[in-house]
Nanobody
Framework: QVQLVESGGGLVQAGGSLRLSCAAS????????MAWFRRAPGKEREFVAV????????RYAESVKGRFTISRDNAKNTVYLQMNSLKPEDTAVYYC???????????????WGQGTQVTVSS
């Protein structure tokens, strides 16, 4: 079994920054992709960013492109989401996910973390 643990959420002012972390443990050898999703109050879950575990290539939602950066540390089996120029509309619970292939659909991922709250005040 695989466990994903997110950290780094919190409360920030608009224009501020946060870095989220997602550490994976367990049998992750065949899961080569990690992604970030978020769920804002009253809204459906939406895709944020995704990258291959072994290839330095990433895709982003248009709403975060140019502000967020996804990165990895293979030795630590961890992915990060650097969030800059945060806006109130970024307020959501952020989830990391692990799967076999990069995708923007959540049903393509096998494992999910518990989520971490990000709140951006005006």
């Amino acid at each position: 079994q695989v466990q994903l643990v997110e950290s780094g959420g919190g409360l920030v002012q608009a224009g501020g920054s946060l870095r989220l972390s997602c550490a994976a443990s367990g049998r992750t050898f065949s899961r080569n992709t990690m992604a970030w999703f978020r769920r804002a109050p009253g809204k459906e879950r939406e895709f944020v960013a995704v990258m291959s575990w072994s290839v330095d290539s990433a895709r982003y939602a248009e709403s975060v492109k140019g502000r967020f950066t996804i990165s990895r540390d293979n030795a630590k089996n961890t992915v990060y989401l650097q969030m800059n120029s945060l806006k109130p509309e970024d307020t959501a619970v952020y989830y990391c996910a692990l799967g076999l292939f990069p995708a923007e659909s959540g049903d393509q991922y096998n494992y999910w973390g518990q989520g971490t709250q990000v709140t951006v005040s005006s």
